[in-house]
């Protein structure tokens, strides 16, 4: 009996709070690194990020916009130059480096992709760490974690040739670790210890074995029922 009932309470508290936890340990700091630390451009990186309408002006909305499937036609005829679009990035923060990827692997609006991760990455993590609308966003980065091997491990782990690189393996690794921590929380939701479970909305775990609870007292009553017509 005691062992049943640590076993329930580390299922529906125990195991979701750390689940939790280590998704912000590990998201959170990627996240800020991401959108507030600053780092150098190639030449060609540069040039690139400012085809995207990336420069140190900020991001180019309008270029943005005309990137996007559909607006070509209305794209400019010549690229705007560097004196009204701001001059290449040779620093810029560490986002921009998930916009080439983005713009590599010819994702719509690929200036916009690294602010999306990094917003993603922020505030993906403090809502899972609250337990606020866990599933959602579960979901969400658990999307963002397969997006991420499947665009940067993936193409490396193929041209890599055998002993593999341990920087490659290390990152496919944690992507995937972190799709099954999320994909965990997307199916089980955020346990009974999250703002989810005391709105009703989350706690899968804990109502289901409440539920489990209420089936087995209802089993015991009513066989001890049927020893009471018995005895009858």
């Known amino acids: ?4 009932g640590f076993a329930q309470t580390a299922a529906t508290r125990v195991m979701p709070l750390l689940t939790r936890l280590l998704i912000v340990a590990v998201l959170l700091p990627l996240g800020w690194r991401l959108a507030f630390s600053t780092v150098s ?3 060609a990186d540069a040039a ?26 209305d794209a400019p005829a010549s690229p705007t130059p560097a004196t009204a679009a701001g001059a290449p990035l040779r620093e810029g923060r560490a986002l921009y480096r998930v916009s080439l990827t983005a713009a590599q692997s010819g994702l719509p609006a690929p200036a916009l992709a690294g602010w999306e991760t990094a917003l993603l990455l922020l505030g993906g993590s403090v809502f899972v760490g609250v337990g ?15 997006t991420a091997f499947w665009l940067d491990c993936l ?25 099954i921590l999320c994909a965990n929380l997307l199916l089980l939701g955020a346990g009974a210890l999250s703002v989810d479970a005391l709105l009703g909305g989350g706690g899968g775990g804990a ?3 409440k539920g489990a609870g209420n089936r087995g007292g209802g089993g015991r009553k009513a066989g001890g029922d049927g020893r009471a017509a018995d005895k009858e």
Request: hydrophobic share 55%; glycine share 8%; charged share 15%.
């Open 132 to 146: 606020v609308f866990t599933r959602l966003f579960a979901a969400l980065l658990a999307l963002l974690s397969a």
């Open 207 to 209: 109502r289901s074995a």
């Open 155 to 179: 193409p490396a782990l193929r041209g890599s040739d055998w002993p593999l690189d341990g920087t490659v393996l290390v990152h496919a690794g944690a992507h995937l670790a972190l799709f």
């Open 1 to 4: 009996m005691i062992r049943m």
């Open 41 to 43: 451009f190639p030449p």
């Open 48 to 73: 690139r990020l400012q085809e995207l309408g990336i420069t140190t002006a900020g991001v180019d909305f309008s270029r943005v916009r005309a990137t996007l499937p559909g607006n070509s036609a």
